[in-house]
């Protein structure tokens, strides 16, 4: 398994700004991905976080408002750029260690973000 | 594509309750099942897990079994404690796809 931590674990900001949320991984894992979970919602994935190259973002999310980067293959950082009260989320990063096939995700502790 | 369908909640139950969170599933191929939980304030972690038909998952307590004919993966814990109270999410993933989640069942276990 692997063990994900991230970096804040909450933080309140004002509408405007932007929150760079940082992630570190155990172990060398293949695949990370950034999650949305919206209040009392089910989690929403925005990005394949891909090493040294863009993030596939998917559909209602680009890199602009949700810029990625992940440097090597036990870090990333998720941004939230220009943020407003419906950003207020808890946003996950996830892992998957294996080769594309691998089945396991495990997550993060997530990072609780609210907008003033 | 695939998803995941799971039982509406909340649920409420009396501490040592049995219980039974539904979820089915539709999907293409032979996905692997999983649970993940999610406790108040945290972030998700993998409850269990269930990679081919007839196989069982279990972990504290709680187990699951992959029904590949009725497509079907339920959580069942006999004797719940306050502890468990939690978001319970039942998710698949097939091969080289992405992890497709259900809603989540908010569960409430009342000493």
């Known amino acids: 398994s692997a063990v994900i931590s991230q970096k804040p674990s909450r933080d309140i900001c004002q509408r405007g700004t932007s929150l760079t949320i940082q992630c570190q991984v155990d172990?060398?894992?293949?695949?990370m991905f950034w999650y949305r979970q919206q209040p009392g919602q089910s989690l929403t994935l925005i990005a394949t976080a891909n090493q040294g190259s863009e993030a596939t973002y998917e559909s209602g999310f680009v890199i602009d408002k949700f810029p990625i980067s992940r440097p090597n293959l036990t870090f990333s950082t998720l941004t939230v750029s220009n943020m407003s009260p419906e950003d207020s989320s808890i946003y996950l990063c996830s892992g998957l260690a294996g080769d594309v096939l691998a089945d396991t995700q495990y997550f993060g502790p997530g990072t609780r973000l609210t907008v003033l | 594509g695939n998803s995941v369908t799971q039982m509406e909640g909340p649920v409420t139950l009396s501490e040592e309750a049995f219980l039974t969170i539904n979820c089915t599933y539709t999907a293409t191929g032979y996905p692997s099942l999983f649970w993940y939980v999610q406790y108040p304030g945290e972030g998700l972690q993998l409850l269990l897990k269930a990679t081919k038909a007839d196989d069982k998952g279990s972990n504290k307590g709680f187990e699951a079994t992959y029904r590949k004919e009725t497509t079907s993966f339920h959580l069942e814990k006999g004797s719940v404690q306050v502890s468990d109270s939690a978001v319970y999410f039942c998710?698949?993933?097939?091969?080289?796809?992405?992890?497709?989640f259900g809603k989540g069942t908010k569960l409430t276990v009342n000493p």
């Open positions: 172990s060398q894992v293949t695949m």
């Open positions: 998710a698949l993933k097939s091969r080289s796809e992405k992890l497709v």
